[in-house]
């Protein structure tokens, strides 16, 4: 597996505008590889909080940010036409210059689909949906014009034009966790994210490496990428210095190489800085 470690942060969309983009501006003045936001309509650990779309967010931080990388984490697949939404990411990789991560997973939050009146299929149906939605994004920043039929989703010479700034398209970060998500982040994902203890994430690994020798495909291309918040990880890691280079270190035996994880609470943010300056560069030499 890839050795390279790579460090983001993800915010969610429950803070005002000004504040959202001077986090962002720090996050890439320390030095971070990227910096996400979430894709949900309220946020699901506290639904009354106010709470801004992900991906018109994305377009304004692209233009308030220079270097980091930038993506939603991840794109909920239920609640766009995956072509529609890969033509919003072409326009993201474009304003951002070229530094959009394509974050895409199947959908998970039933609570706000039902306030939207969205349909939440079964496992099999939401797990197939996925597939065939990340099929369309994969042919479409591909290729000019494409025709898909599918069980769920149909494309009649549908033109694709601009085509995405990076090539052959932006890098697609899938969210997966069970073994049929597995296969499809096996067969097209340039990284592969989920949330859960070193444990789970470690199976996990080894499901993902056995997709990957079943189709032929050398497991090293795949970036392996958690996502993580306090109340989920075995500490907070942004309790202290060396909370952080702890928690790291437990996921990297699980081999984990790039670390996704909650900006902390504002008190925090002094070790933030430090494990940014001091933590990070140790980790990567």
Request: hydrophobic letters at 40%; aromatic letters at 10%.
């Amino acid at each position: 597996m890839a050795q390279t470690l790579r460090f983001g942060i993800c915010t969610d969309q429950n803070q005002p505008w000004d504040v959202v983009v001077e986090r962002w501006k720090l996050f890439e003045r320390l030095g971070f590889d990227s910096a996400w936001n979430c894709d949900h309509w309220v946020q699901p650990s506290n639904p009354s909080n106010p709470y801004f779309e992900a991906w018109t967010m994305l377009a304004g931080l692209a233009v308030h940010t220079e270097r980091i990388r930038i993506g939603v984490l991840v794109s909920c697949n239920t609640f766009r036409h995956p072509a529609w939404l890969a033509k919003e990411a072409v326009t993201l990789d474009h304003i951002s210059n070229g530094r959009l991560e394509f974050g895409l997973g199947a959908g998970w939050y039933v609570p706000e689909h039902e306030m939207l009146g969205i349909d939440f299929p079964p496992p099999a149906e939401l797990v197939a949906r996925f597939r065939e939605a990340v099929e369309i994004v994969d042919h479409l920043m591909r290729n000019e014009v494409t025709t898909y039929n599918g069980t769920y989703y149909q494309l009649d010479q549908a033109a694709f034009r601009p085509g995405p700034v990076q090539t052959p398209r932006p890098p697609l970060t899938l969210g997966a966790k069970g073994p049929k998500m597995l296969e499809i982040v096996a067969k097209y994902a340039d990284a592969w994210n989920a949330s859960g203890s070193p444990e789970e994430m470690a199976k996990r690994n080894q499901i993902l490496d056995e997709h990957c020798a079943r189709i032929g495909r050398d497991p090293e291309e795949i970036v392996r990428g958690m996502y993580g918040w306090a109340a989920i990880m075995p500490d907070d890691p942004w309790q202290s210095v060396g909370a952080f280079e702890e928690c790291i270190g437990r996921y990297r035996e699980a081999g984990i190489n790039e670390f996704i994880i909650d900006q902390p609470r504002d008190d925090q943010f002094a070790v933030l800085e430090r494990v940014a300056t001091e933590v990070i560069p140790r980790l990567r030499g």
